[in-house]
């Protein structure tokens, strides 16, 4: 064979002739230069006009699998469909609801709408894990199969607010707030396939990766009387409705005059989401729901083939879903403790750089899913988590800590910072003056003489007079610690700025 020809069949099987290696008429390797290579000049070679039949989409759901296998794919779907699945049957929740209304420290909303408290969330309140204390929360599951929605913007005048608003991946998909510049008006928000006319007076549009979605709007509200009272009139302005009922004029609600309804007693943990035994039931809706991004077309196929493959196999099936649990207490649950994931920090503080816009980072998303599900984009929102003292040993309510912002080093912000604190179940429980964060909400904190602040953790309340105004009640037992840097300065997102140390104390 000559060089030509061997050039020309390499070419065939790599596309290129910049520089390579090729083979000799008597099979020893013959460099080529890259001058050589470029004479050649070859054209690439063009696909095969049969391609797409001879090389199936995905494997082949007709073919024998073994349990090993079935069991393996099982581990691995369950691990990074996770958080779709969790979020899909929040929309199975809310499909149920009739009406905007208050159900125990609950709030509820038909789909393509949304119901606003009016005040902070409730302590008890356990269907999403690290609530906080700094922002009236809104909420609202969107179906954008069934219809697009638009979602009012009131004027807020010079108050902080963000509307977090992400799919079924729990990825943000539209930037809503003070620190975007968005102006009051109407936004619609509409699925990956819609196609229709945008009508006159929406201010801008938004398009999902996925049919499901989820809005949570964030008003910023200080501890005083006076700004609860103020808070209300914007409240009333935040509206979301389906694309039928736009008629270009704001709608107004006063959330104040809902039905409340008494709820059921609460659990410890949070709602239970996932379910290992009904997941890959669950799972073609899910991805249904959610097409793959790029990258990810090869393991939907692989899913979906072994999903079909084990559909009139009960045997199988059942391994599928004890497969599903183990990854669940082995995989899924350790991430519940924020110390076993992120990027590291000084004094082991953690912290992560992609919220809300995890992309094939299946790890992180799930693992925020899992601990603190619902975070804001990193632009909005900056999030710091502490499971230990200065020390390494856990928090734990049977000793006093101190945590201390050197004069000017409390988190550089353009929105407000804040310090909440959380039990070992990563809610708020019910202390004797009723504070479960501090910071810029607050308006009676005690600097030090050198300008520090200090934040006094501990169970008791303090005797010292700057430590009882600057006292945040430990919960009993294990807890952690959480900053939050809502609308981050450059020291916070670039990690020049970091948390201090929580020093435990006496």
């Keep these: 064979m000559t060089k030509n020809a061997i050039l020309n069949r390499r070419d065939m099987l790599l596309g290129t002739a910049t520089?390579?290696?090729?083979?000799?008429?008597d099979g020893s390797s013959a460099a080529v230069s890259k001058a050589e290579a470029s004479e050649l000049n070859l054209p690439p070679l063009p696909q095969s006009p049969d391609w797409a039949r001879v090389l199936p989409s995905g494997p082949?759901?007709?073919?024998?699998?073994?349990?090993?296998?079935?069991?393996?794919?099982?581990?691995?779907?369950?691990?990074?469909?996770?958080?779709?699945?969790?979020?899909?049957?929040?929309?199975?929740?809310?499909s149920k609801m009739k009406e905007n209304q208050y159900v125990g420290p609950l709030l509820e909303a038909p789909l393509n709408s949304l119901t606003m408290l009016t005040d902070y969330v409730n302590p008890e309140e356990r269907n999403i894990a690290c609530p906080n204390q700094d922002v009236v929360y809104g909420l609202g599951l969107v179906a954008l199969d069934v219809s697009p929605v638009v979602?009012?913007?009131?004027?807020?005048?010079?108050?902080?607010?963000?509307?977090?608003?992400?799919?079924?991946?729990?990825?943000?998909f539209a930037k809503l707030g003070k620190m975007h510049g968005t102006t009051p008006g109407f936004y619609m928000l509409v699925g990956p396939d819609w196609n229709g006319e945008i009508p006159k007076g929406i201010t801008s549009v938004f398009r999902a990766s996925s049919s499901t979605a989820l809005v949570a709007p964030r008003i910023f509200q200080d501890e005083t009387p006076e700004d609860k009272r103020a808070i209300q009139s914007a409240l009333t302005?935040?509206?979301?409705?389906?694309?039928a009922d736009y008629d270009g004029h704001m709608k107004s609600i006063d959330w104040s005059s809902l039905p409340k309804v008494p709820g059921g007693p609460h659990g410890e943990e949070e709602t239970r989401w996932v379910f290992p035994e009904k997941f890959f039931d669950e799972l073609p809706s899910v991805l249904a729901d959610a097409p793959p991004l790029p990258g990810e077309e090869a393991r939907y196929a692989q899913v979906l083939a072994v999903l079909e493959a084990v559909k009139n196999n009960p045997e199988l099936k059942q391994l599928m879903a004890k497969a599903a649990q183990d990854a669940e207490d082995k995989l899924v649950n350790p991430l519940f403790q924020f110390r076993n994931y992120g990027q590291q920090l000084p004094h082991h503080w953690s912290t992560i750089s992609n919220e809300s816009a995890f992309g094939t980072d299946y790890f992180t998303?799930?693992?925020v899913a899992k601990s603190n599900i619902m975070v804001n984009s990193p632009d909005e929102t900056k999030y710091f988590y502490q499971d230990l003292d200065a020390s390494g040993a856990r928090l734990n309510s049977a000793n006093r800590y101190t945590v201390t912002f050197a004069r000017d080093q409390t988190p550089p912000v353009n929105g407000f910072w804040s310090?909440?604190?959380?039990?070992?179940?990563?809610?708020?429980?019910?202390n004797q003056i009723n504070r479960f964060s501090v910071g810029t909400k607050n308006k009676d904190l005690k600097l030090g003489d050198d300008g520090s602040l200090t934040i006094t953790v501990q169970a008791e309340e303090p005797t010292d007079p700057v430590a009882?105004?600057?006292w945040l009640p430990a919960p009993e037992g294990d807890f952690s610690l959480y900053i939050r840097a809502y609308w981050p300065k450059p020291a916070v997102r670039d990690g020049s700025w970091t948390p201090p140390a929580v020093e435990k104390a006496g």
């Design 151 to 172: 979602v009012q913007v009131p004027d807020f005048g010079d108050r902080f607010w963000v509307y977090q608003i992400v799919d079924l991946r729990t990825d943000s």
């Design 419 to 430: 310090l909440s604190i959380y039990n070992a179940n990563h809610f708020f429980v019910k």
């Design 60 to 94: 082949d759901s007709r073919v024998k699998i073994t349990e090993a296998y079935a069991a393996h794919i099982a581990r691995d779907a369950f691990f990074w469909a996770w958080p779709l699945v969790n979020m899909y049957n929040r929309r199975l929740a809310f």
């Design 19 to 25: 520089f390579a290696a090729a083979l000799t008429a």
């Design 237 to 243: 302005g935040i509206v979301m409705y389906p694309l």
């Design 365 to 367: 998303r799930t693992a």
């Design 468 to 470: 009882i105004a600057n």
